[in-house]
Nanobody, 124 residues
Framework: QVQLVESGGGLVQAGGSLRLSCTAS????????MGWFRQAPGKEREFVAA????????YYADFVQGRFTFIRDNTKNTMYLQMTSLKPDDTAVYYC?????????????????WGQGTQVTVSS
């Protein structure tokens, strides 16, 4: 089992920045990819970014458009999603997830472990 805890969400004005954190514990040696997904009210969950646990290669959804950076600190078993130039459309609950088998998957079904989510609200 892998446990994931997110933090760092909050309220920010459009154009502002936030950094989300995700700390993993448990059988983290099983993890191949970490991912961020988000779900806005009334919408389906969507892929945001993923990162290879081993070499730090990051993958992003098209809508990120260079605004978000996903980095890892393996010494702390912690991943960070640095979000800049935030837009009201970025408002959602953001979830951290872990995938034991695939590299850089954008399919939520590939992720076996999920955090509880952290709310990000961007005001206009």
């Amino acid at each position: 089992q892998v446990q994931l805890v997110e933090s760092g969400g909050g309220l920010v004005q459009a154009g502002g920045s936030l950094r989300l954190s995700c700390t993993a514990s448990g059988r983290t040696f099983n993890v191949r990819t970490m991912g961020w997904f988000r779900q806005a009210p009334g919408k389906e969950r969507e892929f945001v970014a993923a990162i290879s646990w081993s070499d730090g290669t990051a993958y992003y959804a098209d809508f990120v458009q260079g605004r978000f950076t996903f980095i890892r600190d393996n010494t702390k078993n912690t991943m960070y999603l640095q979000m800049t130039s935030l837009k009201p459309d970025d408002t959602a609950v953001y979830y951290c997830a872990a995938d034991p088998y695939n590299l850089g998957s954008s399919d939520g079904l590939d992720y076996n472990y999920w955090g509880q989510g952290t709310q990000v609200t961007v005001s206009s």
